[in-house]
């Protein structure tokens, strides 16, 4: 991506027929994180988003509710425009395809391209699927939603697509990341290289749509939902207006949708802009579906989940973040709420969270809250480099629409933070080198308010909170100036915070019958000669990772004073490995070594669990390794 002053965001207009769910939360939160982080970079962003209200589906679901459609459509829009500002959405403008500026647009483009003879009349005949609002090949159901199509034959304008087959491969040629993921673009290629044909863009046989312009004296016809819905990406900047400055804009577009209509956006709208002799999109940014339990949200089912109650159960930013985090962008991602809980306890609890308390501990501890350092570089020059590559590589990870590894790299300078005061032990080297201990305090502190402002298009609200605490705002120029190689945040004062990221649970459902009361059974009492079989040491463990191809096991190497032991444990859903080195354990040594996953285990970490709930057992205070638990 090239390098403009001024660029638009945009999400879909959503369609009317029913209110926002988790997928619309996904593509929105995409949008927004893609505005936040350009314009902390100097960038002046415009945010589109909106909904699409025309079109046979819509008047249709109006009659049912006894509504006219522009009643019906002005009720589902306003529930979007409520949610999008209940998760605080930075967008600049909110379209309705019913603004009269939009349909003045749409008429004048229509009038444009039928001068130019890209637009004739017709007549079609085919099938028709009306959830879809699209034409499609001669099949019984729609190849898209699965739904019955009707044949539908009438009179019809048409926008001469295969006019431009050449001029779309050409262009996606000259510009091979214009859709990202980029197995999107493959995808779009090939169904251009199978022949293009010409689009039919108007409807006699429903009146809820714009009508032609007047100049075509032809007022039977209204305007294909999806000419329409498209147009509103220049509307919304003064297209066809007396006041076009905002078209600036649209000559660096982002385009953010979901694979469902890849095609429209891919095909269509840059034939469509080829025609108006408009500029083509920088990039279409194409994501996945989210399902529940593998299945595709949808209301016959009733699986469609509200990003809004989601959000009051677990919190809006830690939804975000899960979203954002948990699968590669295009990919599609199953949605649970243990996987959501055990996502932002590992990375938002353990692992962020966790440090910030530690450096803000330790700093009131120590040095009663007072931080000043002129050594850190000559202490800790060669991690201070480390973290300052880290970051500056998570650039080509947000620019190849990758906010997953964005944040995969990010979370490594949070560890690397969390290691290094492993390895360094403040705790005994505030003993012996007062000045050092200080030095790693600042590092520590800088490394987190270099990391806020790449934390902020993820989490705007905890970026914020963790930059007030390190007495910092995050601006383009405190951004500019933070990212400097020898930048250090000293002096400081920090002072005692709750948890910015508190522990998340799953709400307990009470019992839907009464428990019946019975005796418990007598536990089976062992004599303490029995005790004494067992061998149990207290270890600490020195490597941890996962275990190939199981979501359970991790493999710990544990330093038990004699000798180190490998052993499988599952505890990979409650605990992350890097969180893990340098903890002490209790494990049972004097077991027969067993294989699990083709690798021997040579133990067993002890460990209490509770209703769904796991901790690991360890001694209260440090013990030398080896000792014997008796």
């Known amino acids: 991506m090239n390098n403009p002053k001024k660029m638009l965001v945009s999400t879909p207009i959503y369609y009317v027929n029913d209110v926002p769910h988790l997928g619309h939360a996904y593509t929105t939160f995409i949008a927004d994180m893609l505005k936040k982080y350009h314009a902390l970079r100097g960038k002046d962003v415009f945010l589109l988003t909106g909904t699409d209200e025309h079109g046979q589906k819509i008047a249709l679901s109006a009659a049912k509710h006894h509504q006219s459609p522009l009643e019906y459509a002005s009720q589902i829009s306003q529930a979007f425009k409520d949610q999008w500002d209940y998760f605080n959405i930075d967008y600049n403008h909110f379209i309705r395809t019913t603004d009269q500026a939009h349909q003045q647009a749409v008429q004048k483009a229509f009038e444009i391209m039928h001068a130019q003879g890209d637009i004739y009349k017709g007549k079609y005949q085919g099938s028709y699927c009306v959830s879809c609002e699209s034409f499609v090949a001669s099949h019984a159901l729609c190849p898209d939603c699965g739904k019955e199509t009707i044949i539908l034959e009438e009179e019809s304008y048409f926008f001469r697509l295969s006019h431009y087959q050449e001029r779309l491969l050409d262009f996606y040629k000259q510009h091979p990341k214009a859709i990202l993921p980029l197995f999107r673009r493959n995808e779009v290629v090939r169904f251009i290289e199978q022949g293009l044909h010409d689009l039919s863009i108007t409807r006699t046989s429903f009146e809820w749509g714009i009508k032609l312009p007047a100049s075509l004296h032809d007022p039977k016809h209204v305007v294909y939902v999806w000419l329409d819905a498209l147009l509103n990406y ?325 330093d038990f004073g004699d000798r180190v032991r490998v052993i499988l444990s599952g505890i990979a859903q409650h605990y992350q490995p890097h969180d893990l080195i340098g903890k002490q354990v209790c494990a049972l040594l004097n077991l027969e070594p067993r294989k699990m996953m083709g690798m021997l285990s040579e133990g067993m970490i002890l460990s209490a669990s509770d209703a769904g709930m796991l901790k690991l057992i360890a001694p209260l205070e440090p013990m030398p390794n080896g000792s014997t638990i008796s």
């Open 234 to 558: 220049v509307s919304a900047l003064g297209y066809a207006s007396l006041d076009t400055n905002k078209m600036a804009y649209f000559d660096h577009a982002i385009h953010v949708v979901g694979k469902d209509i890849l095609r429209f956006h891919a095909i269509y709208w840059p034939a469509f802009l080829m025609s108006l002799e408009l500029p083509l999109f920088e990039h279409l940014c194409v994501h996945g579906w989210w399902t529940i339990e593998g299945v595709k949200m949808s209301k016959s089912i009733g699986n469609v989940l509200c990003a809004k109650q989601e959000a009051q159960k677990y919190g809006e930013e830690n939804l975000r973040y899960f979203l954002l985090r948990e699968v590669p962008l295009g990919q599609d991602g199953d949605f649970s709420s243990l996987a959501l809980i055990r996502r932002s306890n590992a990375d938002l609890s353990n692992t962020l969270g966790n440090l910030i308390q530690r450096l803000s501990g330790m700093a009131i501890q120590y040095f009663q809250g007072q931080l000043k350092s002129t050594q850190v570089l000559e202490h800790y020059g060669t991690s201070y480099a480390h973290m300052q590559a880290l970051l500056e590589s998570l650039d080509a990870s947000m620019l190849e629409m990758q906010p997953h590894k964005y944040l995969e790299d990010l979370w490594k300078v949070f560890e690397g933070a969390n290691v290094l005061i492993a390895k360094e032990e403040p705790w005994n080297l505030i003993k012996t080198d007062k000045e050092k201990t200080m030095s790693l305090l600042v590092l520590i502190a800088t490394l987190l308010a270099k990391s806020a402002f790449y934390l902020y298009p993820i989490m705007p609200t905890s970026a914020q909170k963790l930059a007030t605490l390190l007495g910092l705002s995050l601006d383009s120029p405190n951004f500019k100036a933070c990212m400097q190689k020898d930048y250090v945040l000293s002096p400081l004062t920090l002072v005692k915070n709750p948890p910015l990221f508190p522990k998340l649970e799953l709400s307990k459902e009470p019992p839907t019958t009464p428990a019946v009361a019975t005796q418990p059974t007598p536990p089976k009492l062992l004599k303490i000669g029995d005790f004494s079989k067992l061998e149990i040491k207290v270890g600490t463990i020195i490597q941890a990772k996962s275990v190939p191809k199981s979501d359970k096991l991790l493999q710990l190497e544990v």
